[in-house]
């Protein structure tokens, strides 16, 4: 599966932004989804994971009640909703589909196929 995010850009603090990650060469339907971020000299960290079959999700604590995820499988797309962005949220985010079984612990390492990252900007 190739997956391709996209969306991202410079918004000022308090703004809001949607990334896309859409996915070709196998259905989504069947694969939980995570959304992760990576800033510069800093680790890759999960920001949410989102089940296969359910829609339940899983937030980092730095960004529940601010961002929400979302698939829609007819378009083979997750989405991810940022609201309330700030500067600290700034970073090239990735979408990765889960390969243990585990989704809910939204862990980098237990992903398998990655999209290119998209870059995030919150700076007035």
């Known amino acids: 599966v190739q997956l391709q995010a996209s969306g991202g850009g410079l918004v000022q603090p308090g703004g809001s932004l949607t990334l896309s990650c859409e996915a070709s060469?196998?259905?989504?339907?069947?694969?939980?989804i995570g959304w992760f971020r990576q800033a510069p000299g800093k680790e890759r960290e999960g920001v949410s994971c989102i089940g296969a079959s359910d829609g339940n999700a899983v937030y980092a604590d730095s960004v529940r009640g601010r961002f929400t995820i979302s698939r829609d499988d007819a378009k083979n797309t997750v989405y991810l909703h940022m609201n309330s962005l700030k500067p600290e949220d700034t970073a090239v985010y990735y979408c990765?589909?889960?390969?243990?079984?585990?989704?809910?612990?939204?862990?980098?390492?237990?992903?398998?196929?990655w999209g290119q990252g998209t870059q995030v900007t919150v700076s007035s």
């Open positions: 990765a589909t889960e390969s243990v079984g585990l989704w809910m612990l939204c862990k980098a390492t237990h992903m398998n196929y």
């Open positions: 060469g196998s259905s989504l339907e069947y694969y939980a």
